[in-house]
Nanobody, 123 residues
Framework: QVQLVESGGGLVQPGGSLRLSCAAS????????MSWYRQAPGKERDLVAR????????TYADSVKGRFTISRDNAKNTVYLQKNSLKPEDTAVYLC????????????????WGKGTLVTVSS
């Protein structure tokens, strides 16, 4: 059974930092691109950052470029999101996603989701 478990959310003041973690189990971690999405109340789920399965190619939403950094540790089956210079508009539930990105693997195109962790940026 595949599980993605996020942690590291909480309340932080504007300008502060947080590091989110997503621990994966039940899958071959290095067959999957890993992403962080976020969903604010009443809004759609948006991609925040993605890192490829191999090679570490990254993609960021324009709104977080230069402030957030995604990384992965394939030995620990974990993906991280370092968030700096946080703003109130970063308040959301942050969800971890795994998507198979190797077309030669049976996992290609398969999606898994975590349940999310709430980040609140407020003074």
């Amino acid at each position: 059974q595949v599980q993605l478990v996020e942690s590291g959310g909480g309340l932080v003041q504007p300008g502060g930092s947080l590091r989110l973690s997503c621990a994966a189990s039940g899958l071959t971690f290095n067959w999957y691109a890993m992403s962080w999405y976020r969903q604010a109340p009443g809004k759609e789920r948006d991609l925040v950052a993605r890192i490829s399965s191999i090679g570490g190619s990254t993609t960021y939403a324009d709104s977080v470029k230069g402030r957030f950094t995604i990384s992965r540790d394939n030995a620990k089956n974990t993906v991280y999101l370092q968030k700096n210079s946080l703003k109130p508009e970063d308040t959301a539930v942050y969800l971890c996603n795994a998507r198979g990105d190797n077309r030669y693997r049976a996992s290609y195109g398969i999606d898994y989701w975590g349940k999310g962790t709430l980040v609140t940026v407020s003074s």
